[in-house]
């Protein structure tokens, strides 16, 4: 824009030495480009640029040799810079600085027009002068109009659309209310599929039912099913069979043959009604009679009648099975790895172990009673292991009992079973974190005992708990043969670790201890005391 003016202010008054109202237009705008949300620089330096524009397009005006316009000409020739402050604003959502700099835009114009003095008087009393200074006040005035509305209109729309995680929290918190006052408070979708059968059973015969729902590839899964035996139901929706037909037309179908992959034969009716939420089929009912003609039009009349609500409960509960499925896959995944990769190894070696002892069960009686006795040693070890990992299922931190109780008594167990002395400093106030971060924090606290007694080979276990939220900090450190020397398996348990730390803006640190052993800390937030529970848990640890 400065470039623009610049060409336009030679071509109105063919004088160089205009160019250094330009000059000076840049410099009052470059405090503005450099800090633009700055206050007061910011803000600041754009009324001086309004004031010096002002200035200059009366000036040019006034010297213009082009055009009997008044200084028309020459006006417009610097007045298309007005729009570059006030864009500015209305790019910023800054409206009333906009309006103000576009008052004292015409206050400037006014005044220095009443001052400049051309031929026959000032330039005050030029029309085309004012024309033009109107015409340009008037097209920057609309334009922050213009923008003004769009972001009026844009704020609507976007308080029309809740955003996701706030779209999320809302259906979540409606699924919680919801499911607490349904009969059973359950959302079990094998459950509520045996109530829609024993409905059913009562408005229309069904030696055989079943309940059928979609599980992905083109296949169909049995969510409930009553009769006097279990039936090999069609799930196949690319067969050529009534259940594929009522699920595709989403229509209450009827056949003469029975929907199951193998039957003895006789006259057979059947019954497929489609489970459909709106415009998507969730399930299907299949009813069957060993009878002809068992299913007229009225007894559909009245299926249909008991599935149409049912539709809809059937997809909330399949909704939150999935919702639940994905809330729990990561900590299964969690669990299948370390099943895998601690009592499955174990359970392997036990069983060489056997192999072992029954290759010399014949030869050397000795060494087989050898052989088994240390065999009954891992037995019980992995026993113990097995119970240790459910007592960490278990643990919870309890809504009264609080996170330190929790470590504490997590810590005291871990320690008896693996010989270890613990060491316990518990600071925990009155306020309670969130419940999913408490729940993170017991997480890691359980990894880094869990390593401590089975990687480290210590002797004693330190253990500090400090919460004073937002703020809290736990450590857990050990004087065994230190991090170097662990097995891979606990630098797995560490990811896990440094993973929990994370999701909550936690800090994992993961240190030498003097002389021996490792520390492992979380720490989450800052707390002005934490230099002085830093040196008192250090005196504590020398203790």
């Not at 996701?164 to 509520?192: H, K, N, S």
């Not at 109530?195 to 408005?203: A, P, W």
């Not at 969730?282 to 003609?293: I, T």
């Not at 931190?397 to 810590?411: C, F, M, P, Q, T």
Request: contains cysteine; glycine residues 10%.
């Amino acid at each position: 824009m400065l470039a623009l003016v610049a060409v336009l202010t030679l071509y109105a008054t063919n004088d160089p030495g205009q160019l250094w109202w330009i000059a000076l237009l840049a410099a009052a705008g470059l405090p503005a480009l450099l800090a633009p949300e700055h206050r007061p620089v910011g803000p600041l330096s754009r009324v001086a640029e309004v004031l010096v524009l002002g200035l200059a397009a009366s000036q040019v005006a006034a010297v213009a040799t082009v055009g009997g316009d008044g200084g028309g000409l020459g006006a417009s020739a610097v007045l298309p810079y007005l729009a570059v402050p006030v864009t500015v604003t209305a790019l910023r959502r800054r409206f009333r600085e906009g309006v103000g700099l576009l008052a004292v835009a015409t206050a400037t114009l006014l005044v220095a027009g009443a001052l400049t003095k051309v031929d026959g008087g000032r330039q005050i009393g030029e029309l085309g002068y004012l024309v033009v200074c109107a015409q340009w006040l008037i097209l920057a005035g609309l334009g922050l109009a213009a923008a003004s509305g769009l972001h009026r209109v844009m704020q609507v729309r976007d308080e029309g659309k809740p955003q996701p995680y706030a779209e999320a929290t809302r259906l979540l918190t409606q699924l919680r209310t919801v499911a607490r006052q349904l009969p059973g408070a359950t959302l079990d979708p094998g459950g509520i599929s045996e109530h829609l059968l024993e409905e059913l059973r009562t408005v229309a015969r069904a030696d055989r039912a079943a309940v059928l729902s979609a599980s992905g590839g083109g296949r169909l899964v049995v969510l409930a099913q009553v009769g006097v035996e279990r039936v090999d139901w069609e799930t196949t929706l690319d067969a050529d069979s009534a259940i594929a037909d009522a699920w595709a037309s989403q229509q209450p179908h009827t056949a003469a043959r029975s929907q199951a992959r193998s039957h003895r034969g006789g006259d057979v009716s059947a019954l497929i009604v489609p489970l459909v939420a709106g415009v998507r089929t969730v399930g299907l009912v299949v009813l069957e009679a060993d009878a002809a003609q068992a299913y007229p039009t009225g007894v559909v009349s009245r299926v249909t009648g008991l599935t149409r609500p049912a539709a809809l409960r059937l997809e909330a509960a399949l909704l939150f099975d999935e919702v639940r499925s994905l809330a729990t896959n990561e900590e299964r995944q969690r669990l299948a790895r370390e099943i895998h990769d601690g009592v499955a190894q174990e359970l392997v070696m036990v069983g060489y172990g056997i192999d072992n002892a029954l290759a010399y069960v014949d030869e050397d009686p000795k060494e087989t009673a050898e052989a088994l006795r240390t065999l009954r040693g891992e037995v019980t070890r992995v026993i113990t292991e097995l119970r240790l990992s459910l007592f960490e299922l278990r643990s919870e931190v309890d809504r009264h009992g609080g996170l330190a109780a929790a470590i504490a008594e997590y810590a005291r167990t871990v320690g008896a079973s693996g010989g270890l002395r613990v060491h316990l400093s518990l600071d925990e106030s009155t306020a309670r974190l969130p419940a999913a971060t408490e729940a993170e924090l017991l997480r890691i606290a359980q990894e880094a005992v869990t390593n401590a007694r089975k990687h480290a080979g210590a002797s004693n276990l330190w253990v500090t708990c400090e919460v004073d939220p937002p703020y809290a900090q736990i450590e857990v450190s050990d004087d065994g043969q230190g991090i170097a020397d662990q097995r891979s398996d606990g630098h797995y348990g560490l990811a896990i670790m440094a993973e929990r730390a994370e999701r909550i803006r936690g800090r994992l640190e993961i240190r030498p201890r003097q002389p021996s052993g490792t520390t492992v800390a979380v720490v989450l937030g800052s707390s002005p005391r934490r230099d002085n529970v830093r040196g008192s848990a250090a005196v504590a640890e020398g203790e």
